[in-house]
Each structure stands twice: as C-alpha cells, then as structure tokens.
C-alpha cells in the first residue's frame, strides 16, 4: 500500500467517526422530529429550541446550582420535557382539529419565538460550556478519538435502546403505536390520546435535551440560535430515514452527519449545507417515504 | 419690522442652542459577535461622558444606539431608520465589515457622514466620500501577520482556515496569503478550507490542515467560531502556532477556547498592557466602570466618538453634513488610545498595530508594527 492510500484510509476513518458522533446528535434530535410526526403529523419547527434549552439549562444546572454531572443531564432532560409538555398544551393543543398548515406556522412561530425570547433575556453571546465530564483524547496511530466522543456514541446508544424498548416493549409505547396508527380508532380503545400526544412530546424533548448537553460538552460553546440549524438538519435526517419512522431517524440523523463530513473532509467545505438540503429534495423527489418509511398511499 | 426679524432670529438660535447633536450608532449588540458591540458602545460612552461634560459649541452629543444582530441586512435596516426617523448628523458603525459595507451605501446616498471604528475590509471606505473609518486596513493588518509569522517565527509553509460568510475574513486571508508568499514562504493546504458563521464542527477541516502539515495556520475569522476551532485543534493534536486578526480580540475568546489558546498570535488595534500614559488611563477609567478588562473595540469604539467630536468642533455648523464629512476627512494627528489618528485621501486612518500573544492571564502586548 502506498504512503498516500494510507494517508487516506487513516483520514477517512477519521472523517466516519467525527460524522458517526455529529450524526448521533442529529439522530437524537431526529427522533422527536419524528415521534411527533408519527402521532399528530405535525412538523414541530421548534423542536432545533428544546435541544437549545437542554443546553442551557445544562449550562446553568453546572454552573449555577453546581449540581454533579449525571444530575445535571437528568435535570436538564426533565425540566426540558416539561416545558414541551406545557408547549404543547397551550400552543398545539387548541390547533390540533386545525389545518396542518396552520399548525406549521404555529411551530415556526413558535421557534423563532423561544430563540429570540432566549436571546433577549440571557444575551446572545456564545458562552463555553461547563467540563461535565474530564477531557481525554485517545490517540491511535493517526487515529484521535476523544472521551466526549465515546460519551456521545454511548449515551446515543443508551438513549435509543430505551426508547426502542419503551415503544416496543411496554405498554405505553403499545399506547403510543396505536395513536399513531389511528388515534380515533385508539380512543375507542379507552386510550386517552392527549396523554399519549404528551407523552412523545416529553420524550422527543427530552432526548433533545441530552444532545444539546452532549453538543454543549463536544463544541464548548452554546448560544441561543444554536437550535436553527441543526434543527433543520435533523428535519432532513427525520426525511431522509422515513419520517414518522423511529428507526428511520436513527439511520437518517447518522448517514446525514456521514455525509457532511465526507464533503467536508474528501471536497470542499462549502458544499456541505448544499449537500444536506439538495439531499432533502432528491429524497422527496425520488422516494417521499425516506429510506425506511412505509409507502402508504393517503386515501381521498 | 424690525424688531421682530431680531425676535424671530434669536428665538431661531435660541431653539438651536437647546437641540442635542445627533449621532447615530449601528452595532451587534446581540448576535454570534455581540461582545464586539457591547465593547464598542461601552468605548463611546466613557467617551461621551468627558465630551458632554465639556460640550461641543454648547451643545451635547445625543447617542442613538441600534442593534444589528451582526448581520447585513439589519446593518441597512438600522441606519436608513437612523437616517429618516432619528435624522442623525453622522453614524459610528459598526464593526463586522459585511455589516459596514451594507450600512454604507445607505448613508453615502443619503449625505450622512459614516465612520466606522472597526471594520477593517479595504473595499468599506471606497463606498464614498462620505465613509470613513478609525482603524488600520486588512491591508495592513494581514501584512503585519504575514511578517510575524515568516519573520519572528520563521515559518516556511503556513495553512488558511477561512470563514467563508465574511467579507472580513476573505479580504485578510488573501492579504495574507500575498504577503507570506512575498516573503518567501508557501501557502499549503487548498481553497477548500472554509467554514461559516455559526459553525461549531471542525475536527474533520483540523485533519485536513493537519494532513497538508504547515507549521502555522492563520485563522482570519471572529471570536465565536475561533474559540471552537483553537479547542478542538489542540483536541486533535495540533500544536503549532494558530495566527489572527482583531476578529478574535474579544474578551470570551479565552473561555471558549478554554486551554486551546496557547501558543496563539494576533494583530489588534491596542494592548491593555502598552506604558503608555493614555492608554493606562483609558484603561483603568474602563475597568472602573464596567469591570473587565477593554478589547481593541472599546478603544476604538472611544476613539471614534473622540474623533466625530472632535470634526464637530471644527465645522462653522455642525448640522451641515457636507462640512462634516471634509471634517472628518481632515482630520490629523488626533491623539487616540489606539495611537494617532490621520485620515489619508482614501479615508482610511494610518495607524501602528500591535501583535499580542494570548496568554493564560490574557492578551499580552508582543511587538508594535508601524506602516
């Protein structure tokens, strides 16, 4: 093998495990993307906010109440699903019999209005994020993998594992299945669908919540606007992998941070937000039921 | 007849006497930038406090501050408001050069004289005769930098990380680059390293450098990404000399680069530690009033309402924008924090830089550059 094969073997692997990490976060972000979408078919624009929030109530968990680190991802988790929860009550609740169109403007307004609410009252400097848990890099030949970096791969691990078991397994996610199947059908079943519909929003969100901490830990650097782009980008991974399907978002928010780093890494950084949003309109041109959706044709 | 021709003339200069002079100020004071901002309008106001006190012709500068978020679009908003709402004389602003550079053809067709403080991208003052501005040029800014990195630290290849989204960070890079090669060094690595503003990933652009193997990488870009990528640079076991410009002169550099920023260079507009006796003043005044230590854009910031007032005692009528301007335009040797102030015939302020090296206790002064 010649020295410039090598050269390249080594970075390309170097490349797949930054975007295996950025791909966790965006799977972690994904899936409330498509939880949601999967029982009320709304586009929750807001969603890139509840990751910001987990953030920063991390931020201030660490830094202000000085709690230890395992209680801070909790705290934060917790206090980040409640607030979807109340969200979802006093914005989506009372335009849930209403057009999906009205409902998305609703969760676009929504957002912008939680980041610029966030900005104005705690500023909108990017201000470093608290060392939850000691830095280490491991070096491998060529090869660097630092400690937030296996924290991240194994807390995705952890988180979705939980939530496969919780949908598959229990029987909540047995509830949560079959409003998303049909929630008029579930509520004949004796299935009290608002305590399902919150329920996804306390998941989604508090997953959420754990990749804002984990992005806050990887990137040292948190500020209110955090949430717009990778918000979006976790919305094409929730496309590209099927939305409404959970393992779908997992393969989607990992393939998508993949990708980007493969056009950062053998092309040309400029490309990469190109890349991502061209893959959105060839996923929905080519196949709108992403790669692991089910293609159910809508009846009129 | 008479007599009320001299009632109505003194109650005019009457009611002049007791307007305010007008100026207004386009400035991130939210924003990925917004410590650039509040810095700056900190420097005008501890300014204004000593102008005020004295008063220029017997009237006092009125500040007008608006926020632009650090973006272009809201840069041109905010100075047509300026402009048609509040009618300022002039405007101070701002600091990003993509903000200035939209602001200033907004003023230049409007007659209203723009100085900024900060923005150092050379295409800001050939917008106009009526655009200026306090600080140096990327032109010399980025030559100063090439200088240091092939001269004092005998660099031969140095590698260009780029924010793609800044007329600020493109113009210095390519500043840069010619100068470096000029003095016999190599520029390594391709175009294709670049980032935007916002960005918090940079580990797979870190090996890329890495893999090209320079022994310095100039980073013309601001603080909030700057502070990510010095992190994660020495993350991935980069350890050679990172280089800057005033984009990174911010006080929350060092928090977000955390252990990342030794063994990094810039070229400012000040240094905090310089003998000098009015730059000691400045900042121990500052430091007293906000409790931190001042950026390159606090003094600039205090530098460009000296100068505006300064150009408003020299004009017959201040309320004249076209008297104004010439000015401004004229202005020499004014003795500012940031050194000595002459406006040349593109506008453009001819000033010495500094070079700091970022220590863990802060910025500290390394070598002054004169042009």
Redesign the interface.
Known sequence: MSEDTY?FLV?LL??LI??LS?GSIYALVALGYTMVYGIIKLINFAHGEFYMIGAFLGYFASTVLKLPSLLVVLFSMILTAIFAVIIERLIYRPLRKASRVSALITALGTSLFIQYFT??SI??????FPDLAQ?K?Y?FGEI?L?STQLIIFASTTILMLSLWFLVKKTKMGKAMRATSFSTEAAELMGIDSNKIISLTFFIGAALAAAAGIL?GMY???I?P??GM?PGLKAFIAAVLGGIGSIPGAMLGGILLGVIE?LV??L????YR?AIAFVLLIVILLVKPSGLLGKNIKEKV | MIKIFVCFFLSISIFAEEGTLKIGAVFPM???I??FGQESVNGIKLALEKINAKGIKGKKIELIVEDN?GEAIDSANATRKLIEIDNVLAILGSVASSNTLASAPVAQSKKVPLVTPASTNEKVTTMGDYISRVCFTDNFQGKVMAKFARNTLKAERAALLID?SSDYSKGLAEVFQREFIALGGKIVGGD?????Q?D??F???L??IK?ANPQVVFVPGYY?EV??IL??AR???IDIPFLGGDGWDSP?LQ??A?AGVKNTFISSHFAPDDKDTMVQNFVKLYKERYEEEPGAMAALGYDSIILMADALGRVKDPTNREELKNAINSTKDLLGVTGRISIDENRNAVKSAVVLEYLPGGRHFKEKISP
């Open positions: 050269y970075d170097q490349y930054n975007g950025q900005q104005i500023g909108a400097d990017p201000r470093p830095q890099t070096v660097y630092t992005v990137y040292n650097s500020e606007m955090m782009i780093n950062v890494g092309w040309n950084g400029t937000d | 939210t924003g990925p917004a410590t978020k793609n294709d390293l670049v980032y935007q916002r918090v990933e580990r797979t652009l090996r890329k893999r909030s502070g990510p992190n994660q993350q991935v076991g929350n928090e977000l955390g």
